[in-house]
């Protein structure tokens, strides 16, 4: 029989309370302001709770069998297999495994949720940034789930993109403290409690805002003021999570929300480009650069890219570039538009290389934030710099429509099991990525 005594003594009275079949003693170890979450249906006060304990247990002669517990900061996480007389209200004729999730605070339980899976999941977080090994930073641990708010839905994740936001947030370079662990990750995807598959869409702000969601002054990703998706299971807005073509494999669909949604907002919404015209990309294996070559070369662009290595320019003309140049190389002609995600070291070969009245568009600074230019050059060449984050909705549906309908398989360079998230940062910040890198859960 299992030890109550090891337990917290709210937590351990109230179990007891239920064996005893007292409501009273059930609910004098809470707070007044109790909120109970019974498989996703949100109830508030002891009123409530009393009721649940007459009807729900007492009501059906319920009897429960403690299996094991977990305790992580203030949750208390009881495993118990429940049995009684659920048949006529429920058709369930087998004992029932389940989850008590108890949150203590101040010796007493502020909130109890109940789920049939386990609530407690693996996650990839960080406590404390550091800038000069930000790998350092990463920890994989175990975490209560939090309660769904009400708009938004659970999703199970399945695969998930690593991005070098994600870097930047091991660096510290984010807007607000870490007061808990924070888990990482801005994009992925996963299904939901019915199984239906979805990809999510990562841009999050002030329901109220109207227009552009990319200018909502509240505007934020996963992992900025919401967890992230490196975990086993996220909540997430409603509006935030699009069903899945059956078309598109659970890879790609995991990479769709940040590099692929910039790059397209970067290439359709604001460079101007039409099929035919020549477009330079700055780097040819990133995330970003494989997109825009891959969604350029889809689109009828005649795409250029550069590369550090041999290595890198064969992947560029592997994945549709028509030409190949060294980094910083003199182009013979110059692009109608030029894509730079890196920022410092490509900026003046970009301004360099984009032709009289054409335009170079940025999103990124991965090699530094602030840029050498010759303005009188930007002036005088009438060149047109346009800065892109991320995308809208609209785009994001878009983009995925434009990935079934002409078949295009983002290049993904490797997939990683959850516990080796690290390796795939790793290569990121040491510059040896292949395409896009893939955690599966």
């Known amino acids: 029989m299992f030890a109550l005594s090891t337990l917290p003594a709210p937590v351990a009275a109230s179990l007891q309370a239920i064996t005893q079949k007292s409501t009273d003693g059930f609910v004098a170890n809470f707070s007044k302001e109790i909120v109970l979450n019974d498989e996703g249906k949100a109830q508030k006060g002891i009123s409530a709770l009393r009721k649940w304990h007459d009807e729900a247990l007492i009501g059906h002669r319920a009897t429960i069998d403690i299996q094991s517990e977990v305790t992580i900061g203030e949750h208390t996480v009881v495993h118990l297999i429940m049995d009684g007389d659920f048949e006529a209200d429920y058709n369930i004729t087998d004992p029932i495994t389940l989850y008590f999730d108890f949150t203590v605070s101040d010796s007493v339980i502020t909130t109890l949720t109940i789920t049939s899976h386990d609530p407690i999941m693996n996650t990839v977080s960080i406590s404390t940034p550091n800038d000069t090994d930000p790998i350092s930073a990463l920890h994989l641990s175990r975490r209560p789930q939090k309660p769904v708010p009400e708009g938004w839905v659970r999703v199970k994740l399945q695969a998930v993109g690593l991005n070098y936001h994600d870097i930047f947030t091991m660096r510290g370079f984010i807007s607000q403290s870490i007061t808990d662990p924070l888990i990482l990750g801005c994009e992925g995807t996963g299904t939901l409690a019915d199984g239906t598959e979805v990809i999510l869409f990562p841009l999050m702000g002030d329901p109220e805002f109207k227009g552009d969601e990319t200018l909502d002054p509240q505007r934020n990703v996963f992992s900025e003021k919401t967890d992230g998706t490196l975990a086993e299971y996220i909540n997430v807005p409603k509006r935030n999570v699009i069903i899945k073509p059956e078309r598109m494999s659970t890879e790609t669909a995991a990479v769709m929300g940040i590099a692929w949604l910039t790059a397209y907002r970067m290439l359709f919404t604001k460079s101007g480009l039409r099929a035919g015209q020549t477009m330079l990309v700055q780097g040819s294996s990133g995330g970003v650069t494989t997109a825009l070559i891959q969604l350029g070369s889809a689109a009828g662009m005649r795409v250029w890219?550069?590369?550090?290595?041999?290595?890198?320019?064969?992947?560029?003309?592997?994945?549709?570039?028509?030409?190949?140049?060294?980094?910083?190389?003199?182009?013979?002609?110059?692009?109608?538009?030029?894509?730079?995600?890196?920022?410092?070291?490509?900026?003046?070969?970009?301004?360099?290389?984009?032709?009289?009245?054409?335009?170079?568009?940025?999103?990124?600074?991965?090699?530094?934030?602030?840029?050498?230019?010759?303005?009188s050059h930007v002036f005088v060449e009438q060149l047109t710099v346009k800065g892109s984050y991320l995308g809208t909705l609209e785009e994001f549906r878009d983009l995925i429509a434009l990935v079934v309908a002409k078949s295009i398989k983002p290049h993904i360079g490797v997939v990683l099991p959850m516990a080796q998230t690290a390796e795939g940062f790793r290569m990121m910040v040491d510059g040896k990525t292949d395409g896009k890198i893939v955690v599966t859960m």
């Open 305 to 375: 890219c550069t590369g550090r290595t041999a290595a890198k320019r064969a992947l560029g003309l592997k994945l549709g570039a028509e030409k190949a140049f060294e980094s910083g190389e003199t182009l013979l002609e110059k692009a109608d538009a030029v894509f730079d995600t890196s920022g410092e070291v490509t900026w003046k070969h970009s301004i360099n290389s984009v032709k009289t009245g054409g335009t170079v568009v940025t999103c990124g600074g991965h090699s530094g934030q602030f840029i050498p230019m010759e303005v």
